[in-house]
T-cell receptor, first 108, second 112 residues
């Protein structure tokens, strides 16, 4: 079993749609969690950290469920510019584990 | 803003050559990392360093070595490049052990 698992997609959604990604992790000692966005042939860029209480940044909401060992990312009112691959990252003291990524395409 | 700079965007090398990939960060971060990213395999950790002159093996260190002589600089060395080392190489840094990573813009290496 992979340490961090994501549905690879692709998710194809129309503009304005709401889309959600989940990511499960296997190491219960994991301490910090992040979502990254990666555009084609570019480096991953931090989208947001994920806190136990959940957090929101504009149209993006991230949640953590430690009991079930998953994190989620919700994107509301999708824009064309949201098209990218979304990577979830799980960290246990300098041991960052990346999911393989979920590909999102937002269509007009 | 954190800036992580990788010396080359694209490199083409021949099999057997010694290859140096350089990475510099300007935010006084303690930790630096080298990853490679391949289609279908995601990001895999090659080496990381949590202090000057310190290094730790990641998941796939074979065929690679690293050097961290100064805090801001972390070099990845391919001792004898092989075709299976053709990949996108990403350097990253972080402030503390539970901080997010900040990536350089990557080096796309082709070994022929």
């Amino acid at each position: 079993r992979k340490e961090v698992e994501q549905d690879p997609g692709p998710f194809n959604v129309p503009e304005g749609a709401t889309v959600a990604f989940n990511c499960t992790y296997s190491n219960s000692a994991s301490q910090s969690f992040f979502w990254y966005r990666q555009d084609c042939r570019k480096e991953p860029k931090l989208l947001m950290s994920v806190y136990s209480s959940g957090n929101e940044d504009g149209r993006f909401t991230a949640q953590l469920n430690r009991a079930s060992q998953y994190i989620s990312l919700l994107i509301r009112d999708s824009k064309l510019s949201d098209s990218a691959t979304y990577l979830c990252v799980v960290n246990k003291v300098n041991d960052m584990r990346f999911g393989a990524g979920t590909r999102l395409t937002v269509k007009p | 803003d954190v800036k992580v700079t990788q010396s080359s965007r694209y490199l083409v090398k021949r099999t057997g050559e010694k290859v140096f990939l350089e990475c510099v960060q300007d935010m006084d971060h303690e930790n630096m990392f080298w990853y490679r990213q391949d289609p279908g395999l995601g990001l895999r950790l090659i080496y990381f360093s949590y202090d000057v002159k310190m290094k730790e093996k990641g998941d796939i260190p074979e065929g690679y070595s690293v050097s961290r002589e100064k805090k801001e600089r972390f070099s990845l060395i391919l001792e004898s490049a092989s075709t299976n080392q053709t990949s996108m190489y990403l350097c990253a840094s972080s402030l503390e052990s539970d901080s997010p990573l900040h990536f350089g813009n990557g080096t796309r290496l082709t070994v022929t």
